[in-house]
């Protein structure tokens, strides 16, 4: 699987947007673009992935560059419950079942 | 679905015992993965199998640790013996369609 370069941390306020930017320049043709998030005690959770065409779902939206060299994850309304480490991993192909390869992430925090 | 569901979700032992983590995956899933957790080493894979058959164990550290899953329901990671340095935070997941689901992790301490 292909490196993905995350920001350490990133701080928002509450009801703002948040932007976690991530970085994938080796990226393939077939690799879609994952992102899982941990919230603090827990296990990690998927949020959205997407190939070329932005993706939107009920937690999150993804913005892919044209060139899929980098990729956002955009968070409309931050609450105090994201806080949390978000992880960009590139999956080869929706159908792979292999582990996932987590970077380090990053830790997101909300401020009242 | 209740989601997976590892146990136990805390687990205190001392250097030399044996450690035995549980997982049942979610139903229908045909993909199982064992994970560590440390602060000084992230996440990492130990061993993923499917439809109950072990495909790689590569992460998994030493002899000492073995996984087994007799069924399409039930997993079972084993340290034997433990040492302190496999104190870490354990999670199970499973896998539809290339998303994992993972459990709460079980927070495992070895004295």
């Known amino acids: 699987d292909a490196k993905t370069t995350q920001p350490n941390s990133m701080e928002s306020n509450e009801e703002e947007p948040v932007h976690l930017p991530c970085n994938h320049s080796t990226i393939s043709g077939t690799d879609y673009i994952h992102w899982y998030r941990q919230l603090p005690s827990q296990g990690p959770e998927y949020v959205i992935h997407?190939?070329?065409s932005n993706v939107n779902n009920r937690m999150a939206s993804l913005a892919i560059a044209e060139d899929r060299k980098s990729s956002t994850l955009i968070l409309h309304r931050a609450t105090l419950r994201d806080a949390a480490v978000y992880y960009c991993i590139l999956r080869d192909g929706l159908g792979s079942q292999g582990n996932l390869i987590f970077g380090k992430g990053t830790k997101l925090s909300v401020k009242p | 679905d209740a989601g997976v569901i590892q146990s136990p979700r805390h687990e205190v032992t001392e250097m030399g015992q044996e450690v035995t983590l549980r997982c049942k995956p979610i139903s229908g899933h045909d993909y199982l993965f064992w994970y560590r957790q440390t602060m000084m080493r992230g996440l990492e894979l130990l061993i993923y199998f499917n439809n109950n058959v072990p495909i790689d164990d590569s992460g998994m550290p030493e002899d000492r640790f073995s996984a087994k899953m007799p069924n399409a329901s039930f997993s079972t990671l084993k340290i034997q013996p433990s040492e302190p340095r496999d104190s870490a935070v354990y999670f199970c997941?499973?896998?539809?369609?290339?998303?994992?689901?993972f459990g709460p992790g079980t927070r495992l301490t070895v004295l």
């Open positions: 997407g190939l070329t």
């Open positions: 997941a499973s896998s539809d369609r290339g998303l994992q689901y």
